[in-house]
Nanobody, 119 residues
Framework: QVQLLESGGGLVQTGGSLRLSCAAS????????IGWFRQAPVKKREFVAA????????YYADSVKGRFTISRDNAKKMVYLQMNSLKAEDTAVYYC????????????WGQGTQVTVSS
């Protein structure tokens, strides 16, 4: 099983940018699709973006499409979420998660990193 650790969160003004990183441990990182999710206070966790095992395919929630970019570096066992044009509604704890191709759900989760966008 893969272990995940997020970093890169912080406080940024509206319109600013942040890059989140997700570091993975384990020998089979390239066997996992990776997703980013977020959860704001009193809201349910929601999908943000995902990247396929090879990195060739990416998927985004409509709310972040055109502003966020997900990428991965399998050699470094890293996944990134570049967030541009940040809005107050992007404020949340961001989590990365891993899913094997044989699994219907994301099965490994990081502890999260806080992103706060101030107006």
């Amino acid at each position: 099983q893969v272990q995940l650790l997020e970093s890169g969160g912080g406080l940024v003004q509206t319109g600013g940018s942040l890059r989140l990183s997700c570091a993975a441990s384990g020998r089979t990182f390239s066997s996992y699709a990776i997703g980013w999710f977020r959860q704001a206070p009193v809201k349910k966790r929601e999908f943000v973006a995902a990247v396929s095992r090879s990195g060739d395919s990416t998927y985004y929630a409509d709310s972040v499409k055109g502003r966020f970019t997900i990428s991965r570096d399998n050699a470094k066992k890293m996944v990134y979420l570049q967030m541009n044009s940040l809005k107050a509604e992007d404020t949340a704890v961001y989590y990365c998660a891993a899913r094997r191709v044989t699994s219907a759900a994301f099965e490994s989760w990081g502890q999260g990193t806080q992103v706060t966008v101030s107006s």
